[in-house]
Every structure is written in C-alpha cells, then in structure tokens.
C-alpha cells in the first residue's frame, strides 16, 4: 500500500519566554531562563484535504554548539536560522511521503545549514520540527494516534539513499511490530548545581514543589536517576559520594552518568570509572549505573576508542549523534547505544532503532535511550513522550518539571486545556496543573489519541511571531508575508 503523499502548504513560526524556578546547569553553562520555538504548519494532501500540524522545542543554548564564544542570543540565533532553511526548503519540495520529505530534504538541509557555519546538530533541529509538525497534521487528517498511525506506515519508512547501511531493511515488519508503553519511569536529572540536603540551600524557592534531592526522592519516589558530571575527577567523586549518601537510603536504584562532553577523552573519562572503583562509598551507586552517556567531547569522542571505558559499562553518544552516519561509526569505536531526542529528529530515532534490530539479530547489545532537552508540559513533551514510547522504553530522563514549575508562562485556560485531555500525565494543583509522577511513573494512555501524542494545541494567540534568525549577518533572505501578525512564508501549490 503506497503511503499518502502530501505537500507543505504554510508555516508559522512562534515563541515563548520561559524562566527556570531553579538554576540548571549542564556541561560549562548554567541555564536561568529560556525561550520555547513554536512552528505550526499546514499540507495538503493529493485528494486537496487540507490539515495544520504543530512542533513545539526549546531554543536550547550551549548544548547544539557549546562554542563559548557565542553568546546565547546567538545559539537561539542558530537555531532559528536552522527553522528558517528547513521551512524554506519544505515549501520548495513537491508532494511526497513523510519520511520522504524528511529523507529527501536531509541533505540539502545538511548542506545549508554547513554553508552557513551551522554544525550537523543544528541543521537537524529545524528539520526535526517540520518533520513533527507534518506527521502531526498527517495522522490528524487520517485520525489516528502516533502510535496506530507508525505501526501501520503512514509515513512510508523504507530503505533510503541517505542510510546506505540500512539498504534491504524492513521498516515496514519493524514498525508493526513495536508495542507502544502506557506507562514509563521518569528518570530524574540531578544538575551540577542541584542541592543536594538542605544544607547546601542559602534560600529557598518554597513553591510547592521539591527542591533539594532528598525532597525530590520523597516527592516522587524515582526509581531511575541521571546525574550530571563536570569533567574534574575529584570533583566528580566527591559530588557523587554525597548524591549516594542520599540513593543508597532508597529501596532500590538506577543511574546513568551523563558526562555532557566535559572529559577531553576516553582516557580521562575512565579514569573518573577507576576512582569510583576505589572508593567504598560509591559501591552501591556503581553497581547500580545502567550507562555512560557522552563522556567525551564531541570533537574527539568518534576519534578514539571507547572499548575500555565500554568493558566496565555500555556507553552512548548523544551530542555526537550530528550526522546521520554518527551511530554506525560509533559503534565501531566500541559504544553501545545512541540517544533520542525529538530535537534531533523523530526520524533519525527511528533509523537509531531500525539499526539496533538489525545489529542485535546479529547478536549484539545495543540500544536507545530516552534524554530530555528541558522539554516543557504540552506539546513539547507528549511529542518526546509518545516516540520514547513507541520505541518501547523503559525509563526516559525528565527534567522540565523540576526545573519549571507546571506550565509556567502560558495561559490557565491552556493548561486546563491540556489537564483535561490527559488527567493521566497531569495532576491539578492549587498551584496549577502540573506533570504527575506517581512511584516514579509517568502514566500515558491518553496520548493514544489522534495526532503526535497530542490532540490539543497551545494558546497560539499568547506567543509572539518568531524574530528572524541573525545568522548569518548579510544572508540573502525570502519574501516574508505578514498574515494576521504572524510571520508566514507562504509558496502556492497549484
């Protein structure tokens, strides 16, 4: 059966202010505040029924490009700029399938974004929002789930130029072989600056939420952890032994490492693993690790080999998962699994996932995991939940709740909106609705509903139009039309 073809008719690109109720710091940078990218979009399919389709994802500073040269304003920049090339050129191609927009445009977009100074990364953020804005409208127009809809190839995945390893994959038996989740751990962040006990508190937020990490593991009873590493051994082991103090008093426990590129190579990454061997306080914590995650910084990590650091625990990449050849050849560097995100794409998950079938029938171990990019409650987070879902996860990480408070900057009427449709993943508080975590579970049937885990949109009316992107200083631009205060570029089809 020939999946439906369609073309990309408009887009409108919006944002939204957001500030942080607690600092989150990450790698070299400690995050305050940030701005949420909003892009609708409409097609038309070939019978000329028409549908919008909505993405939203954070404008995330310092973790696309970590160059401390460039201020905030301009990673927001870059990645606005990435939006830009990847509507233009969505309006530019003519009908096709899903995965055909997304696999036919990927170079182009790639080579774009490189003529611009724009680093793989980058380039698949933009085209990662077009790509879930457009399968959103597609599985609206038919009215069904993300899940009914991929299981049964409304995209068209199939073999494709851009993945040459993946050439003779059945995509197809892949998909409709997957069992979506209903429920899933909530894997919670410890950032680099997170209070630990209330001793390391001068003042206190008193929101109603929790705020040191013994309040969290009361509040939401975590069975999986991530915690953050800042690249210095002795600073690293000492921040771990009073994180263990707090776990080892828990039931039972799991942890990941995320070493957010702060290790200059393998060698000293490993050395932080021997450290922890030597000191009995961590014994519990150490057994306890599931994965390694991105321990060396992007510029060397698919340079030199993982294999030593990997005999002790699995290790992915995620930062380093740029290009789309990025997992194969880690892979052949002794690393085990690759990151999901729907800022890198929902497609590119799909490829991660569709090469650990075919590596494992082989007898192999390898795997996806589920990370977050502050994702915020709504559309944000459904998306990223209903793809972790689908690719049948058992724990995702999840941070936007701890470090924003519910559905902070947006209208009540929105998040109501929202809580009504999914009195499963969002508790009412006195406070306002808010993300429900229960035992550490996040429950999400209800995402079981027509579009991309979310039927209901956001407050449209309460953000503003998206500026153009500043980067690069004197590139050539389209003609822009204003529609109702809304920057839309527009390009008829027929």
């Known amino acids: 059966m020939m999946p439906p073809r369609f073309t990309i008719t408009a887009v409108e690109r919006r944002e939204w202010p957001f500030t942080l109720r607690l600092p989150f710091r990450f790698g070299a940078v400690t995050m305050t505040r940030g701005r949420q990218a909003v892009l609708r979009l409409r097609i038309r399919d070939e019978a000329g029924r028409e549908a919008w389709g909505i993405a939203a994802e954070t404008l995330a500073a310092k973790w696309f490009d970590k160059d401390p040269s460039l201020s905030d304003a301009e990673n927001e920049d870059q990645l606005r700029r990435s939006l830009e090339l990847a509507c233009e050129a969505a309006l530019a191609a003519g009908p096709n399938a899903a995965f055909g927009h997304f696999a036919d445009g990927y170079a182009a977009q790639a080579a774009a974004c490189t003529a611009e100074g724009l680093n793989p990364l980058i380039a698949s953020y933009g085209r990662a929002l077009v790509d879930r804005a457009a399968l959103d409208a597609l599985l609206k127009l038919h009215g069904l789930s993300f899940f009914a809809g991929m299981r049964a190839n409304l995209g068209g995945m199939a073999p ?30 410890v950032g680099l600056v997170d209070p630990i006990t209330t001793a ?40 771990l032994c009073r994180i263990a103090a707090v776990l080892d008093r828990l039931h039972g426990y799991h942890v ?63 930062e380093s998962d740029g290009p789309l050849d990025a ?20 497609w590119r998950s799909l490829l991660n996932l569709a090469r650990c079938h075919a590596w494992n029938a082989a007898g192999g171990r390898y795997f996806l995991s589920g990370e977050d990019l502050t994702t915020l409650p709504g559309v944000c987070l459904q998306q990223d939940l209903a793809l972790v879902a689908l690719l049948g996860l058992a724990h995702v990480e999840r941070n936007g709740h701890h470090f924003v408070a519910g ?63 500043a980067w690069p200083p004197k590139a050539d631009r389209r003609s822009v039309e204003t529609l109702g205060g809304v920057n839309l570029l527009y390009k008829s089809k027929g």
């Open 160 to 189: 494709h130029a851009v993945v040459p390893d993946l050439a003779g994959f059945d995509f197809a038996a892949m998909l409709a072989g997957l069992s979506p989740a209903r429920r899933i751990h909530a894997r919670h962040t």
């Open 200 to 239: 390391d508190q001068a003042t206190r937020v008193e929101d109603g939420l929790p705020e040191t990490l013994e309040e969290v593991a009361q509040a939401y009873d975590h069975r999986y952890w991530k915690l953050k590493l800042c690249g210095d051994v002795a600073a690293d082991l000492e921040r």
């Open 256 to 318: 990941t490492l995320d070493g957010n590129e702060q290790y200059a190579d393998a060698e000293g990454a490993l050395a932080l693993w021997h450290a922890m061997q030597a000191e009995p306080r961590l014994a519990r914590l150490r057994a306890s690790i599931v994965y390694i995650e991105q321990p060396v910084a992007r510029a060397r990590a698919l340079e030199t080999g993982m294999a030593a650091l990997a005999a002790a625990r699995p290790v992915i990449i995620d």
């Open 327 to 346: 997992f194969p050849r880690a892979r052949a560097l002794g690393y085990a699994g690759v990151s999901s995100k729907s800022c890198k794409g929902i």
């Open 407 to 469: 559905f902070a900057g947006r209208p009540k009427a929105e998040a109501v909106r929202f809580l009504e449709a999914h009195p499963d993943l969002y508790a009412d508080t006195p406070r306002g609705p808010r993300l429900r975590i229960r035992d550490g579970v996040l429950e999400i049937g209800s995402l079981e509903t027509p579009g991309l885990g979310a039927t209901v949109e956001p407050d449209l009316a309460a953000m503003a139009e998206m500026p153009r992107a």
